[in-house]
T-cell receptor
């Protein structure tokens, strides 16, 4: 699986938007971009995923660069409950009977100031 | 249940002791994963089941680690002759289909080997 690069940490003020960057310059044409987050003392939680087009859901938005070498997770209004480690993960499309494991990096620790 | 349940939540083992960690996935979920997470790091893949078949065990660090899912639902991760470096949080995840998104993680079992 291709590798991703994320900042170790970021800070944000409550109720302000947050843009979490991820670089993946070696992404292949069939790699999906996934984002998970891990709140303290919990397991990771799915946030969003995409392939080429920008994606929106109730939790966040995913903006994917035209060349797909980078992407940005956008939290529109950060709350204290958004303080977590955010992981950007690349994974190829599912193949019959193959392992679909997610390879986690170190992620970005997001601190939200009240 | 509504989520992935792991037990025990905490386990303290003396070095050399055998331990068994249990994972109850969401009912009907075909795929099941085990991950190991050391303090301050991202989760690392251990093994993957599709129903009762263990299709990928490439992440198991040694032959002291063994996982099973005999009836395609509950899974057990067993660690024999525990060592201090086995101290970590062990996470279980399940999904209905292997798509890379929508994986549901449990809160994990924190294993401390003393």
């Amino acid at each position: 699986d291709a590798k991703t690069t994320q900042p170790n940490s970021m800070e944000s003020n409550e109720e302000e938007p947050v843009h979490l960057p991820c670089n993946h310059s070696t992404i292949s044409g069939t790699d999906y971009i996934h984002w998970y987050r891990q709140l303290p003392s919990q397991g990771p939680e799915y946030v969003i995923h995409g392939l080429t087009s920008n994606v929106n859901n109730r939790m966040a938005s995913l903006a994917i660069a035209e060349d797909r070498k980078s992407s940005t997770l956008i939290l529109h209004r950060a709350t204290l409950r958004d303080a977590a480690v955010y992981y950007c993960i690349l994974r190829d499309r599912p193949i019959e009977d193959s392992s679909y494991k997610l390879i986690f990096g170190s992620g970005t620790r997001l601190l939200v100031r009240p | 249940g509504a989520g992935v349940s792991q037990s025990p939540r905490y386990k303290v083992a003396k070095r050399g002791q055998d331990v068994a960690l249990r994972c109850d996935p969401i009912s009907g979920h075909v795929s099941l994963f085990w991950y190991q997470q050391a303090l301050g790091q991202g989760p690392e893949f251990l093994t993957y089941f599709q129903n009762e078949a263990q299709l990928d065990k490439s992440g198991l660090p040694s032959d002291r680690f063994f996982a099973e899912r005999p009836e395609g639902s509950v899974s057990t991760l067993k660690i024999q002759r525990t060592q201090q470096e086995d101290s970590a949080v062990y996470l279980c995840a399940s999904s209905f289909r292997d798509t890379g998104y929508g994986y549901t993680f449990g809160s994990g079992t924190r294993l401390t080997v003393v």
